[in-house]
């Protein structure tokens, strides 16, 4: 685990050098509607040369049914969903579809329903999944995946996919995923027109000091600063994910993962100290709330911030307000300079039931095409470096931007810094901690927790 650990470290780092995850209920049959018309959002950096354009390939047999398993269910993500359904289907036109979500935020519930499923001689054809640990460690460590590598050479998509993201689904030369975006999940989001209204003005970059200090002046004004929806604990450890690399920096943040940074040391309990004076800054009815049902708090003006990954730009856009005139936003208090990394993508289910229709699948996910129509929806950017940066709104090419040129780091909460079962223990330390607000016990918690899972001294 620890060389496991150093290895997605450096990934991450070649990805830099390189290159310039909520909810449904039950699985549903019907065809999926045409997306929304909107913008597409461009590629990290640059392109290289890309592959010549291919036509879309049919099925070999026409027909057949295609399950895809996500937890893809507030408004913006099944929009984004549906771009690719749609795009599937210019491959294979009388597909039938099973849209099979499990609500729950952060996949939270979906990844113990697929196990069971897994565990059960009972998969789909295909599930959404982020590269790193919950890739590698929990599907291709136990033979439920087959590579895709062939894909990689047919499709181009070694050429046009930075290598450091690929090294992050690949093993012994073999890759196992095809990414559909990538999400930067350090952001603060804000409602312009409240803090108009309040005569405050945000910077470019916003440093934790002067975030409790904004604060202070919106509660003075009558307006809850922080908009927090927890009903999945994942949104609060995400709060304390961002707050933790805010407070002590990219590299002993990285270090975390390696072992050289201990959970108990004193930058980190100050992180915790940290995470829980915001805590005091949050909407009464957070537990009762998911991370969308924040977002629409926040966009009608009960509250004005949220710290939450850019699948929230994709409620902006299916509310239809305007970048930089209804809302606004900036790295989370003290990380500008680093892009927490939160990536999608599907796989090959070893025994799927239709792996001809989910291999037409992943080469939808994997196309310039199912790229420019889902990422301007979802709010991530596109995995591909070939996407021009002209169709993609202000947004994304500031998040582009930061891609390209800033430190990037892996998200523990979304499953690629660390174990399946660290992951819980924060979680549950989290949950702990939101209730008695104790600095000791919450970095004892997770330092044994980094010790059972091999990276913690």
């Known amino acids: ?82 771009a690719l359904f749609n795009q599937f289907k210019t ?3 009388s597909a039938e579809i099973v849209n099979a979500t499990v609500a729950g935020g952060g996949g939270s519930n979906a990844r113990a329903v697929l196990q069971t499923r897994l565990a059960g001689g009972d998969p789909p054809d295909t599930w959404q999944v982020h590269p790193g640990f919950e890739l590698m460690g929990q599907y291709v460590a136990s033979g439920f995946v087959d590579p895709i590598t062939d894909l990689y050479k047919s499709e ?57 200090q904004v604060a202070e002046k919106v509660k003075a004004g009558g307006v809850t600063p922080l908009c927090v929806g927890d009903t999945g604990v994942w949104a609060s450890a995400q709060l304390f994910e961002n707050t933790l690399l805010g407070t002590i920096g990219p590299e002993k943040y990285q270090g975390l993962w390696n072992g050289t940074t201990p959970f108990d040391a004193p930058e980190v309990k100050q992180a915790m100290e940290t995470y829980g004076k915001m805590l005091d800054y949050q909407n009464s009815d957070h537990s009762a709330l998911s991370w969308d049902q924040a977002i629409k708090k926040l966009m009608e003006g009960s509250c004005v911030f949220s710290s939450m990954g850019d699948w929230a730009y994709g409620e902006f856009v299916k509310a239809g307000l305007k970048d930089n005139t209804d809302f606004g936003w900036v790295s989370h208090p003290g990380t500008a300079g680093s892009f927490m990394i939160v990536a999608d993508g599907f796989v090959m289910a070893k025994g799927a039931p239709d792996k001809d229709n989910n291999t037409l699948w992943l080469k939808a996910v994997g196309s310039k095409e199912g790229q420019e129509a889902f990422n301007p929806l979802k709010g991530s950017i596109p995995a591909r470096t070939d996407v021009d940066r002209a169709k993609f709104g202000v947004y994304h090419n500031w998040s582009m931007d930061s891609f390209a040129k800033d430190a990037l780091v ?34 004892a918690a997770l330092v044994k927790a980094a010790k059972d899972a091999g990276f913690g001294k």
């Open 156 to 212: 181009g998509w070694d050429k046009v996919v930075p290598a450091g993201l690929i090294a992050q689904m690949s093993k012994d030369g073999q890759i196992y995923g095809v990414l559909a975006g990538v999400h930067r999940g350090n952001g603060l989001w804000y409602n312009k027109k409240v803090l108009d209204n309040l005569g405050i003005t945000v910077g470019p970059t916003m440093s934790i000091d002067e975030f409790f």
């Open 410 to 443: 892996p998200s523990v909460v979304h499953g690629s810094a660390a174990p399946a079962d660290f992951q819980q223990a924060l979680n549950d330390a989290v949950t702990t901690f939101i209730v008695d607000k104790n600095v000791d016990a919450f970095a």
């Open 1 to 82: 685990m620890k060389r496991y650990s150093t290895l997605i470290s450096l990934v991450l780092l070649a990805a830099v050098l390189l290159s310039a995850c909520a909810p449904a209920a039950t699985p549903t049959q019907a065809p999926p509607p045409p997306p929304a018309e909107t913008a597409a959002p461009a590629a990290a950096t640059e392109a290289p040369a890309a592959p010549a354009a291919t036509e879309a390939p049919a099925a070999a047999a026409g027909g057949g049914k295609l399950e895809v398993f996500s937890w893809w269910t507030s408004g913006g993500e099944a929009d984004a969903l549906n």
């Open 91 to 93: 491959y294979n036109p």
